[in-house]
């Protein structure tokens, strides 16, 4: 009847206090000072465990970064949590114990910003190396339609490629493909290449005008060259038919079984839309969602042939998106303030103008419209995912969410995609006790070697690229709560390991000799685990049921082959996943 007949209620109880925004830091001193204690004796001694996990080195990330030997679950959660003889009170004669030898365990980490689904269709489909030749693929196009014994006019979709657009043309995929509309990603996901027969589907010539947030490249004539920028893709994708169900669910066992590989038990996943929600319900009915999920429905992203109105009937209510479930969630949603910024044209808006051209950049959507939206969005119960790359993005979205604030009140907890260009006068502006609201970086995009990143010292130049790039260590400093998304299928994989060390290093993981990036902005460790644990539970807003390894909580983690703690950090992305586990169930033993 009391709190202390189940001591991890103590324990959430006293961790709400010690918080970053904790004023009373005497009492904040002594609350810490009493968690370890109490997670040692953390366990509900009434009851008898399914499995008891010992002799580990247990990195609970519990908000003291505690550390504890072992653990025991009962029913997908964890009822103890301490050393091996603590386990000894839940232990009974039906109990499975399994002798960890020492191997590190730690949360499952979750990734906030992830394509899944598109980039499980391309994988699965016509899928070329981001280093192909124009040559290789024509070649990989041609094989396609030859192996998938494509009828005439059956769409090709592939990706992905990385040239410079300029020297791409239709004429290029019409030579292989003159029957069959192509459609190639490049690896940004921003720019598409398409042949003649995809114009034509599409109904694009000289007189289409560019939508608004995208363009058409052209000829000196006027003629459209065959390659698209942002909002124009959705010219493209409008009449593309849609996968079947089946092959959605297919490519959705695909990816998850891929993630888990890589110690993933959590995802927000962009482009939600009926028919992947779907294929994510029938994986939960069947026993088979071996992640948790975030969606976040697809919104002004590619639908240039309909109202932002009409876009957000399809899940503006509870009744249209359906409920949630221990799994899935869908009250998500996901917005784009801008594109990628473009050394030629421009693209995401600027506070200060680009270097390499004439322009600020345009915006995808504008400032009052976007904050009307948030503003509804938040009173309907919606986390807003919002991609804002530009300098000035981050700036509208600042304003919004804290116009938002005012408005609502304390509302569900937003999340800002990329967090790249920050000026100094807004890293305050970041804390999270201030609007509530996390920031997701994408740590692939840290390292000197990236493509994108050329193209933004570039667009920018280095002066404004010091200032304001990512600027990790100042917005925590400043009380920000950080998340990671790898903003895959815009990468190789989705890999974590390979982030997590290039978060700590701010260098290519393996290659130091291609030098660092504002190294001033580099995380320590233990702040990074958090990143990629606790506080990507946090975006979603499920940290009171995951996300740590406490008494209480969902039986969610990872056992790696190396103690991340004690390897020097520059090995970290050589670490391996031995095994992965949600909810107390193995979805992944290597």
Request: glycine content about 8%; proline content about 5%; charged content about 25%.
């Amino acid at each position: 009847m009391m709190i202390f007949d189940q001591p991890w209620k103590v324990i959430t109880m006293l961790r709400a206090f010690k918080t970053r925004v904790f004023k009373n830091w005497p009492l904040a001193v002594m609350v810490c000072a009493l968690l370890p204690a109490l997670q040692s004796v953390a366990a509900d001694t009434k009851q008898t465990a399914d499995t008891v996990y010992r002799n580990g080195f247990i990195y609970t990330v519990d908000g003291v970064r505690s550390r504890a030997q072992a653990f025991a679950i009962k029913g997908g959660k964890y009822i103890a949590v301490g050393t091996d003889d603590d386990m000894k009170a839940v232990t009974g004669s039906s109990t499975k114990v399994v002798n960890l030898r020492g191997k590190m365990v730690m949360p499952g980490l979750v990734d906030t910003h992830i394509h899944a689904l598109r980039g499980a269709l391309t994988a699965l489909g016509l899928a070329f190396p981001v280093t192909s030749s124009v040559d290789e693929i024509k070649a990989a196009v041609k094989k396609f339609i030859t192996d998938k014994k494509l009828k005439k006019g059956a769409w090709v979709e592939g990706a992905k490629w990385q040239h410079d657009y300029h020297t791409l043309n239709v004429g290029i995929l019409d030579e292989v493909s003159p029957d069959n509309p192509v459609f190639l990603h490049d690896w940004t996901n921003h720019l598409a290449w398409v042949n003649s027969a995809a114009l034509k589907a599409a109904g694009i010539d000289k007189n289409t005008p560019d939508p608004v947030g995208g363009v058409i490249d052209r000829d000196k004539d006027g003629k459209p060259t065959g390659t698209l920028h942002d909002k124009a893709l959705g010219l493209i994708t409008a009449v593309m038919p849609a996968p079947a169900p089946a092959v959605v669910e297919a490519r959705a066992t695909w990816i998850f079984d891929k993630l888990n590989k890589f110690g993933i038990t959590a995802i927000i996943t962009a482009q939600l839309d009926p028919v992947r929600l779907q294929a994510y319900r029938n994986l939960e009915k069947k026993g088979e969602l071996n992640l948790r999920i975030q969606g976040s429905w697809d919104f002004n992203t590619r639908y240039v042939t309909t109202t932002l109105e009409e876009q957000s009937k399809t899940f503006m209510s509870r009744d249209k998106r359906g409920p949630n479930s221990a799994l899935i969630n869908v009250d998500g949603v996901k917005v784009y303030m801008d594109g990628v910024p473009n050394a030629a044209k421009g693209g995401s808006p600027m506070i200060d103008r680009y270097v390499s051209a004439a322009t600020y950049g345009t915006p995808s959507i504008d400032e009052a419209t976007f904050t009307t939206w948030m503003t509804r969005f938040d009173s309907e119960g919606l986390r807003v995912m919002v991609h804002a790359t530009g300098s000035l993005s981050v700036r509208h979205f600042l304003n919004a969410v804290e116009a938002t604030r005012r408005a609502n009140g304390k509302g569900p907890r937003h999340h800002m995609a990329h967090s790249m260009l920050i000026y100094p006068e807004e890293v305050e502006r970041f804390d999270f006790s201030r609007s509530n609201f996390v920031a997701e970086v994408s740590p692939y995009q840290l390292w000197v070697p990236d493509p994108a990143i050329r193209g933004w010292f570039k667009a920018i130049g280095r002066e404004r690229m010091d200032l304001t790039f990512s600027p990790l260590k100042a917005i925590v400093d400043a009380g920000a709560v950080v998340s990671y998304g790898s903003d895959w299928d815009n990468i190789p994989e989705p890999d974590p390991w390979f982030a997590m060390e290039g978060m700590i290093t701010r260098q290519y993981p393996g290659r130091p000799e291609l030098g660092r990036l504002n190294p001033d902005q580099r995380l320590d460790l233990e702040t990074v685990i958090e990143i990629f644990t606790r506080n990507g539970i946090m975006t979603m807003e499920k940290e009171d049921e995951a996300g740590s390894i406490e008494a209480g909580k969902s039986a969610d983690f990872i056992v790696i082959n190396q103690n991340i703690l004690e390897i020097p950090v520059e090995k970290i992305h050589e670490t391996k996943v031995l095994q992965t586990v949600l909810q107390g169930k193995t979805v992944y033993r290597n």
